[in-house]
Nanobody, 124 residues
Framework: QVQLVESGGRLVQAGGSLRLSCAAS????????MGWFRQAPGKEREFVAT????????IYTDSVKGRFTISRDNAKNTVYLQMNSLKPEDTAVYYC?????????????????WGQGTQVTVSS
């Protein structure tokens, strides 16, 4: 089965930047969309960003538009999330996932493979 491992999360000050990585491994790396989700304490998992296999289409939740950038390097089986101008409300555990198809969906039930998550904490 495919395995996903997120990394890069840490404590940063508001206004700072951080880049998260998600490395995938397994028998195959299908041409499926990939996404980033996050979960803050006491809240449901929230969609953050998604990207098609080619990288030609990206979708972001409104709260991160203009600040976050999702990208992928298929040769390395890795997807990234560049986060700039971080705000305290960005604090959450961030998860990457592989979609059920090539469609870049925004709902968690459109994804079936998930990483373990990486903690991002933004201080005031």
């Amino acid at each position: 089965q495919v395995q996903l491992v997120e990394s890069g999360g840490r404590l940063v000050q508001a206004g700072g930047s951080l880049r998260l990585s998600c490395a995938a491994s397994g028998r195959t790396f299908s041409r499926y969309a990939m996404g980033w989700f996050r979960q803050a304490p006491g809240k449901e998992r929230e969609f953050v960003a998604t990207i098609t296999w080619s990288g030609g289409t990206t979708i972001y939740t409104d709260s991160v538009k203009g600040r976050f950038t999702i990208s992928r390097d298929n040769a390395k089986n890795t997807v990234y999330l560049q986060m700039n101008s971080l705000k305290p409300e960005d604090t959450a555990v961030y998860y990457c996932a592989i979609a059920l198809s090539g469609v870049p969906g925004t709902a968690s039930n459109e994804y079936e493979h998930w990483g373990q998550g990486t903690q991002v904490t933004v201080s005031s």
